[in-house]
């Protein structure tokens, strides 16, 4: 099998549009989200994110990248005014509504309504989440750590709120996110659905894993 | 469509193992990445994450969450003291390989050796990459940013050499991770495999995104 191989130098000489496109597909699959945020004089926000990533179950918490000059200062601005957020998974039919909410919209322009999601209201919980995602996350803003060396911010927050729809919670509380048929995403405009392969015992020594 | 809510207070008073399952389900899909590291003694150590994030493109940066206390500590300390890593993706037809490494070998035990995968080296670098996976990423340790709020550590590093199957790379340096087959996790234990749903181009405001 035939390899194509790439120095840093490489890298640093290439144009930027391959090589953003290189780059965001080298980390694999990841995770298609929809962060919801309102503003202080009440718009709300919508943009997509593929960078959510878990940081622990108690306190549960997670966290994602934000790159502080792009369109998606729109949330970052809303998450640090009102603290609130919600992050909502990705229908694998709505792909497209989706992808278009990385368009640059105006900040008085709510991308719920631009791209075609609907917001819904849980428990007095001031952000919006995307109606119908099988699964809906409401957050408190934890705190931002600057990422120095590219300008990048790692944004935490705590889980305040979920709600997932109740036939993709299995017995052991894992999500079936096969059941809940959401997408995931590979580089910056490639979406895909999955199909589950094998779920594995706690794996221990002398035990070689075999699908339960 | 029914839910099933839980609030702050539910989340914190159910078992620990539930809990695990529950909220390292709730970000979607995840990657699947075996890290290769060398100890200062020469053995070699391959660890399966699911948290690496990409963080820039120029330079190329990932990003990947530990938890010091773990097993993984042992792709802590060859990184600390080394410098050096890899990060390799998951073949589909590998994930009770690659669950295995999860198991808690010693230090002497090298998990290519006892979960099935071969070393391989290229140009000099001295961790070890997953021989045959296709995408094997080189990278040199950057810096470690604490995450105080619970302890855990984001470890950033800088892309020294990738080696990708020549036939995943799309035309526009794009990955296609559907050709790769590789897999993708769900929790701690589920793993599964994409298909390609659409590829979308850049999104503008006024054009609804159709696929290519």
Same mark, same amino acid.
């Given at each position: 099998?035939? /390899?194509?191989?790439? %120095?840093?130098?490489?890298?640093? %000489?290439?144009?930027?549009?391959?090589?953003?496109?290189?780059?965001?597909?080298?980390?694999?699959?990841?995770?298609?989200?929809?962060?919801?945020?309102?503003?202080?004089?009440?718009?709300? $926000?919508?943009?997509?994110?593929?960078?959510?990533?878990?940081?622990?179950? $108690?306190?549960?918490?997670?966290?994602?990248?934000?790159?502080?000059? +792009?369109?998606?200062?729109?949330?970052?601005?809303?998450?640090?005014?009102?603290?609130?957020? =919600?992050? #909502?998974?990705?229908?694998?039919?709505? +792909?497209? &509504?989706?992808?278009?909410? %990385?368009?640059? *919209?105006?900040?008085? !322009?709510?991308? *719920?309504?631009?791209?075609?999601? &609907?917001? !819904? /209201?849980?428990?007095?919980?001031?952000?919006?989440?995307?109606?119908?995602?099988?699964? !809906?996350?409401?957050?408190?803003f934890v705190e931002e750590l600057p990422i120095k060396v590219n300008g990048t911010i790692m944004m935490i927050g705590a889980v305040k709120q979920l709600?997932?729809?109740? #036939?993709?919670?299995?017995?052991?509380?894992?999500? #079936?996110?096969? !059941?809940?048929?959401?997408? =995931?995403? %590979?580089?910056?405009? +490639?979406?895909?659905?999955?199909? @589950?392969?094998? @779920? /594995?015992? /706690?794996?221990r020594v002398g035990q070689f894993p075999k699908a339960e």
């Amino acid at each position: 099998m035939s /390899y194509t191989s790439f %120095s840093v130098e490489n890298l640093q %000489s290439m144009d930027r549009i391959p090589r953003l496109n290189l780059i965001n597909s080298i980390s694999g699959y990841k995770p298609a989200n929809l962060i919801g945020t309102k503003s202080e004089s009440g718009n709300t $926000n919508l943009a997509i994110f593929s960078s959510v990533v878990h940081i622990g179950s $108690n306190p549960a918490m997670l966290a994602f990248i934000m790159r502080p000059t +792009t369109v998606q200062r729109h949330s970052y601005d809303n998450i640090i005014s009102q603290k609130y957020y =919600t992050i #909502n998974h990705v229908p694998a039919d709505l +792909t497209a &509504e989706a992808h278009y909410a %990385s368009a640059k *919209f105006k900040r008085e !322009q709510s991308e *719920f309504e631009y791209c075609g999601f &609907e917001e !819904q /209201y849980h428990d007095g919980f001031i952000a919006p989440f995307v109606k119908n995602s099988p699964v !809906q996350i409401g957050l408190e803003f934890v705190e931002e750590l600057p990422i120095k060396v590219n300008g990048t911010i790692m944004m935490i927050g705590a889980v305040k709120q979920l709600h997932v729809r109740s #036939n993709i919670l299995e017995k052991d509380h894992a999500l #079936n996110l096969d !059941q809940a048929d959401i997408a =995931t995403i %590979s580089g910056l405009n +490639t979406y895909y659905r999955a199909t @589950k392969l094998a @779920k /594995y015992p /706690y794996a221990r020594v002398g035990q070689f894993p075999k699908a339960e």
